[in-house]
């Protein structure tokens, strides 16, 4: 027992030591992606919960929008503090998705999937057209964080480098806590509603409640990855956050795996390393995301994180022949 | 308000409720037989314009030619695409909707890579010029987009509702296992859906390719409004398609008329989101 106790844990160490060591190694430009790696992890894992209650949401992307919006116009236009913007930027996020769950929730599975992308297109052709967002050119000149102590001391997070540090501080707290919601009772009952919602329903659960629950919550930590975004890139527009983005996510998310908790981790970080790998390809790179999605979904429909388990039968059979010989 | 305006809206309106019902169909029909939720349809859409600018506008074939070459390819393109990949995930809506989208990226990259990015093409019109009645101007090519919609629209319910195929069509869209007792295909209702959805989007697009800017990102827009106008329908409805149709076209042009183009997208978008509030099941229940 000590032993399984010790392998995560030195796996853990070796991740964080890894992590932190890692930004001082590479060059500016891989520090840069590994910040939207972050957000994006934080994004997909976010996604990830609220498709346990069975809800595909195409409104995660603009929602994270939302958030990028409202931290910036926070801290561009009245100037508040970055530890300020961060969590109501995040509640706006909330805000905005819980007025969209008002029809969004009489629909289930495709119906919702659908309607949820129609919202989110509502609300993004909203910013085009109302002028505080700053229409198609959106808004540029979003400050760099910075954290005051009782205003005599500041840590200025303008730097690549301690911009990292915060990224990486703040995405380990997120999925900390969504995998402590992972594991706990709540999520089976999310699982349960993706199952059976009638039969949830007629236990005395309310259904709706629990969907709502994951919905917000999932859209909070969107909110929370937009704050990410908006501060590192200095500059967020309503073509960011469209049909492309969103479609990006769902396909991470599915040729990761969304059975368990690193699917999404997993699918992020694939597609990551492909894009840099076949940076070259250019304007052909979505091709090559299409590609592998249309062959996972019909090889490996449970996704990247069933592949271990896929192999084992044809390893075993090659360690049985092994043996023979 | 004067009565000229008034009549150029309602012109405007007849125009665009006629495109989107014709480009909105091919994705009911689909839906409703086969349960393919189809988001590459835009650019199937898109592809309708591209053959008509390929052969019309490049190689100077007869425009009429070209529309009746967009729907042949188009349809083509649909059948293998349903046998080659939506095939093994059907019953699983979400799963085909979602492998749509690879091909959604696929068709895109193909198309801009092949022709180019750059400027949008431009379609010449194949009749110069206008109508003029009351004081109203007509262009040509609404009239032939009106007049083509209305034809094959009707062509395509009388062949659901006259012949063999079009019956076992529909007996599979109402219930494809009482269908399949009835020793009708349902893998073969599903392809010859496929097939003239996929020919009838192609002819949207082509149809429309003189009056909008071609290039490879035009299915966005187009998707959006086909899914608005089938999911108020009611998926696999096709009388409540064209209502529905009639209804966002007439809502979409009036709007543009007088506020722009932003806002009736958004009108569109919460006008189905209420609507979806209301009746979840869209405007009409199911029945083809």
């Known amino acids: 027992m000590g032993r399984n106790f010790l392998r995560p844990v030195i796996g853990l160490t070796a991740l964080a030591i890894i992590l932190i060591a890692l930004p001082f190694i590479i060059t500016r430009y891989y520090v840069d992606l590994s910040i939207v790696f972050f957000a994006h992890i934080i994004l997909a894992v976010s996604f990830r919960l609220i498709t346990t209650t069975g809800d595909f949401s195409l409104a995660h992307v603009p929602l994270m929008g939302m958030g990028a919006y409202a931290s910036a116009l926070i801290s561009k236009y009245f100037g508040w503090p970055f530890w300020l913007a961060l969590p109501l930027a995040a509640l706006a996020s909330t805000f905005v998705g819980l007025i969209m769950l008002y029809p969004l929730l009489r629909m289930k599975a495709f119906a919702f999937f659908i309607g949820s992308y129609a919202i989110g297109e509502a609300l993004r052709l909203s910013w085009i057209r109302i002028g505080i967002f700053g229409g198609h050119r959106g808004i540029s000149g979003i400050p760099h964080p910075s954290i005051s102590f009782l205003g005599f001391r500041t840590i200025n997070f303008s730097g690549v480098l301690p911009y990292y540090f915060l990224a990486l501080a703040i995405t380990v707290l997120c999925l900390l806590i969504i995998y402590r919601l992972d594991r706990s009772r709540v999520t089976d009952i999310f699982k349960a509603i993706h199952e059976e919602d009638s039969l949830v329903r007629s236990v005395g659960i309310n259904v709706t409640a629990y969907r709502i629950l994951a919905f917000e919550v999932g859209t909070f930590f969107a909110g929370i990855s937009g704050v990410l975004l908006a501060h590192h890139f200095g500059h967020i527009d309503p073509h960011q956050f469209n049909l492309t983005t969103g479609l990006y996510l769902l396909i991470w998310v599915v040729v990761g795996g969304y059975a368990t908790f690193a699917g999404p981790i997993i699918g992020v970080t694939f597609f990551t390393l492909l894009g840099e790998l076949m940076r070259p390809l250019g304007a052909w790179m979505p091709l090559v995301y299409g590609i592998i999605l249309i062959i996972s979904l019909l090889f490996l429909p449970e996704g990247l994180e069933s592949l271990p388990e896929r192999m084992s039968p044809l390893l075993k059979k090659m360690g049985i022949r092994d043996r023979r010989t | ?288």
């Open chain 2, 1 to 288: 308000m004067n009565f000229q305006l008034i009549l150029q809206t309602i012109i405007n309106g007849i125009q665009l409720s006629s495109f989107y019902a014709l480009l909105a169909i091919g994705l009911s029909l689909v839906f409703g037989v086969a349960g393919i939720a189809n988001l590459a349809h835009g650019e199937f859409y898109m592809l309708g314009a591209y053959v008509v600018w390929l052969f019309y506008n490049l190689r100077g074939l007869n425009f009429f030619a070209a529309v009746l070459l967009a729907m042949l390819l188009v349809g083509g393109l649909g059948i293998v695409i349903e046998r080659g990949i939506f095939k093994p995930l059907r019953g699983n809506v979400l799963g085909v909707a979602i492998i749509s989208v690879g091909l959604l990226f696929i068709l895109q990259v193909l198309v801009g890579q092949i022709w180019g990015l750059g400027y949008p093409k431009r379609v010449d019109d194949p009749i110069m010029g206008a109508l003029h009645i009351y004081g109203v101007t007509i262009g040509w090519q609404r009239v032939i987009i009106i007049s083509a919609s209305v034809f094959l629209l009707s062509m395509l319910w009388l062949f659901l509702q006259r012949t063999k195929l079009g019956r076992a069509i529909r007996a599979s869209a109402l219930d494809s296992e009482a269908a399949s007792l009835q020793g009708i295909s349902i893998n073969r209702s599903a392809t010859f859906a496929m097939g003239i959805g996929s020919a009838l989007t192609g002819a949207a697009g082509a149809l429309m390719s003189p009056t909008v800017a071609v290039h490879p990102y035009m299915g966005h827009m187009a998707l959006l409004i086909a899914l608005i106008v089938v999911i108020v329908g009611g998926v696999g409805n096709l009388k409540g398609t064209v209502l529905t149709a009639v209804l966002f076209g007439f809502l979409y042009t009036v709007i543009t008329t007088f506020l722009d183009a932003v806002i009736a997208n958004i009108a569109s978008v919460l006008f189905m989101v209420l609507l979806l509030a209301i009746k979840p099941g869209g405007l009409a229940e199911h029945g083809t």
